[in-house]
């Protein structure tokens, strides 16, 4: 016993602060994973990941906007319910941006790297293990996604049966360039060079096969409406 406890007691002197970091980043991601799948309950659950910090209120009226386009309770438990997560992320570029213009002002503004690289990270494993099933995000979120978009996102073709002008891509939409998005007046919170994707449902998430398959339809019916959707 002794034995063991000299060598946690060597081991905590060597690597105390590394032990410290990634026990932090670890409880921070466990926490992240649990509240996103808590939201799984809502009947469309939505990750919205990008450079801009989107208030409690205007993620309201985006979900009260997007439950109007709902007609039924996928979930069955008594009400129609689509809800926001979110991780805020810049690039190094978007950083830089950020901090030149803060300088212009007199300001000095700076970002914690490694916080940025754990939220992408976060929003990967979400969108990997079926958690979410929309994601909205900036060009270049998406940029990072370039090599496993044909494993992760569905294209639009398969969902769509006329695929609009305002594609990104052959699996994405320029979410600004949505009419409906346009229309309601409820979205200007996102910013621009913003795509909206449809995930591909991951039969081996926490959820069973068949209840991820009323999750899949329940978003791919959220999308098919919001891109339907015209002014009469």
Same mark, same amino acid.
């Given at each position: ?8 007691? !060597? ?6 602060? &590394?032990?410290?970091? $990634?026990?932090?980043? @670890?409880?921070?991601? $466990?926490?992240g ?10 009947d ?14 205007? #993620?309201?009226?985006?979900? &009260?906007?997007?439950? +109007? ?5 996928? !979930? %069955? ?10 991780r805020?992320?810049? +690039?190094?570029?978007? @950083?830089?941006?950020?901090? /030149?213009?803060?300088?212009? %002002?007199? /300001?000095?503004? #700076?970002?914690?790297? =490694?916080?940025?690289? !754990? ?9 990997? =293990?079926?958690?979410? @099933? ?22 639009? =073709?398969?969902?769509?049966? %006329?695929?609009?002008? #305002?594609?990104?891509?052959?699996? =994405? @939409? !320029?979410?600004?360039? $949505? ?12 910013? /621009? ?12 998430s ?8 009323e999750?899949?339809?329940?978003? /791919? ?6 891109? +339907?959707f +015209?002014?009469?």
């Amino acid at each position: 016993m002794k034995k063991v406890w000299k060598w946690l007691d !060597n081991f905590w002197y060597h690597h105390k602060w &590394k032990t410290i970091i $990634i026990s932090f980043f @670890l409880i921070v991601f $466990i926490i992240g994973f649990v509240q996103c799948m808590q939201k799984t309950d809502a009947d469309v659950s939505i990750l919205y990941v990008g450079p801009e910090v989107v208030t409690g209120e205007d #993620y309201a009226a985006m979900e &009260k906007s997007l439950e +109007s386009r709902l007609d039924r309770d996928y !979930n %069955d438990d008594g009400k129609i319910t689509v809800q926001f997560t979110d991780r805020v992320y810049l +690039s190094d570029a978007q @950083l830089k941006e950020k901090e /030149e213009e803060a300088a212009q %002002d007199g /300001e000095a503004l #700076y970002y914690d790297k =490694s916080a940025m690289k !754990n939220s992408l990270d976060q929003a990967r494993q979400w969108i990997l =293990s079926g958690a979410m @099933l929309i994601a909205v995000m900036d060009y270049e979120v998406y940029a990072t996604f370039e090599s496993q978009k044909d494993k992760l996102f569905v294209p639009l =073709s398969e969902y769509l049966a %006329d695929v609009p002008d #305002y594609k990104y891509d052959d699996y =994405s @939409l !320029n979410f600004k360039d $949505i009419p409906y998005v346009q229309f309601t007046g409820a979205f200007d919170a996102i910013c /621009e060079d913003t795509v909206i994707v449809l995930i591909k449902p991951t039969w081996t998430s926490t959820l069973g096969k068949d209840e991820m398959a009323e999750r899949y339809q329940s978003h /791919e019916e959220l999308m098919q409406k919001i891109v +339907s959707f +015209s002014v009469e």
